[in-house]
């Protein structure tokens, strides 16, 4: 974290706009919580106005004027928007252009067809974690579903055997590497740095998803052993495409936006000197809105019009790319809305000074938060936001890996054990046709696995770097 990010946490920490005890503080939290929590699970009221509502709660549990909850709260809104907005949108562009233009299924068909028997569950995982770079975890899913209901079909494989591991690439993806909406939030919150999260999100990621993929999956297939039915199996939207974008420039263009986030980190790292032209030029191309600029502007050429896309189509693609992630903007902004209200109220100073008498470490106290939050609302994005908001103090005397593994931290625990409360619990039962108990010994198991293991990797790493 900069100097200067320290000392604007610390002008957020030092001038609350309340006076409130700690005893009335930790109170209006939990109050804050509740509300969210009971709108969204009892009232099914959307998570924006939950958030919203819930913020406004939380300042007048602490007995904060109003007038002040509102400021933080739009204060709050309005950076997490701005410092995330642009970088979500680009993302959904990608993704977009990567599913309209049959370059996901070139990737899957690809993979697919090196394949062989044993190395299929791995092949999945592999597809999942290359598609789910760029793409929202329901979008991934939707793309996805009908390749593995394919493959179980036609190859007369256990589903949960293909299934988990594409499950599990996908969720790992989407709850630990930016940039997805969850990490770029919880990175803005803490002020991490973006390429050294990215660096370690993806350390993290890659055996968490060996061990609840390929390896659960063994496990999965004899709880669960179902046959998907024919009318599950929808047909593949590129199939009506003339051609499709070649795989090797498909992948290419997928992973551009990380390799120039990851090439500005190592930059940062081997040069460290800001006058040095070259790591001023990579602090530019590396910088997350140039590098998602930079793969959409590419991927209009490489994916778009090699699939024979004319000038309108490419801009029909854009803009009905943008549709679906309002609602998640609106949830984005409102989350870090909240999470302004926590600190100007004095919530973050009062976790600093009780902190001081914990022998919790950090890393598992915002893992442990992240998960009562998830459980509670079944959103991974709200519990990441929220954690993150919570955690936000005590980041300021971290150092720049452990703020990254903070943010990773916050991640794994936003995943724990999804149930009843989750729209993915759902979509994994109908798409699969499980019934109830199937989905929670298959899907739920399958999130705590990774929530576990991976929380169990971010503490190790925290030992040696």
């Given at each position: ?29 939990l109050v804050g ?276 896309f004319t000038k ?122 499980l019934s109830v ?29």
């Amino acid at each position: 974290m900069t100097r200067l990010s320290v000392e604007m946490l610390a002008a957020d920490t030092a001038d609350p706009i309340t006076s409130a005890g700690h005893a009335q503080l930790g109170i209006a939290v939990l109050v804050g919580i509740a509300v969210i929590v009971l709108l969204i699970t009892k009232f099914k009221l959307h998570a924006f106005l939950s958030l919203t509502i819930g913020s406004l709660a939380l300042g007048a549990a602490a007995a904060a004027p109003l007038d002040k909850t509102i400021a933080s709260f739009t204060a709050g809104l309005g950076s997490t928007v701005a410092g995330v907005g642009v970088l979500i949108a680009l993302g959904a562009i990608l993704g977009k252009l990567l599913a309209d233009s049959g370059g996901a299924d070139q990737i899957v068909d690809t993979i697919l067809a090196k394949a062989s028997d044993r190395t299929m569950p791995w092949a999945m995982a592999l597809i999942a974690g290359i598609i789910g770079l760029p793409l929202f975890f329901e979008v991934g899913m939707v793309l996805l579903i009908p390749v593995v209901l394919l493959v179980a079909k036609r190859g007369n494989y256990s589903l949960m055997r293909i299934g988990i591991p594409a499950l599990a690439g996908l969720s790992v993806m989407h709850g630990l590497v930016p940039p997805h909406p969850g990490p770029l939030a919880a990175i803005d919150a803490v002020k991490a740095n973006l390429g050294v999260t990215l660096a370690l999100g993806v350390l993290v990621a890659l055996p968490t998803v060996v061990i609840a993929g390929p390896l659960f999956s063994r496990v999965a297939s004899r709880w669960v052993d179902v046959t998907p039915p024919d009318r599950l199996i929808p047909a593949r939207p590129s199939e009506e495409l003339e051609r499709r974008p070649g795989f090797g420039v498909t992948v290419a263009t997928v992973l551009l936006p990380v390799v120039l986030m990851l090439g500005k980190a190592l930059v940062d790292i081997v040069v460290d000197d800001p006058a040095n032209g070259v790591q001023r030029v990579a602090d530019v191309v590396g910088s997350p809105l140039i590098a998602l600029l930079a793969a959409v502007i590419v991927g209009m050429f490489t994916l778009g019009r090699a699939a024979g896309f004319t000038k309108g189509r490419l801009s029909s693609t854009v803009e009905t790319s943008l549709a679906p992630i309002a609602g998640i903007l609106l949830i984005v902004g409102a989350g870090g809305g909240f999470k302004q209200t926590l600190i100007d109220i004095g919530v973050g100073q009062m976790i600093m000074d009780f902190s001081k008498d914990w022998n919790v470490s950090a890393l598992l106290l915002a893992w442990l938060i992240a998960v009562g939050i998830r459980l509670a609302t079944g959103s991974a994005t709200v519990a990441t936001i929220s954690a993150a908001g919570l955690m936000a103090p005590l980041a300021a005397d971290m150092s720049t890996t452990h703020t990254a593994l903070l943010v990773l931290a916050i991640g794994a625990g936003s995943l724990f054990f999804s149930h009843v409360n989750d729209a993915g619990f759902w979509l994994v039962k109908e798409y699969f046709g499980l019934s109830v108990g199937q989905t929670v010994r298959t899907w739920s198991v399958m999130e705590t696995i990774i929530s576990v293991v991976s929380i169990g990797f971010v503490l190790l790493l925290s030992l040696v770097i």
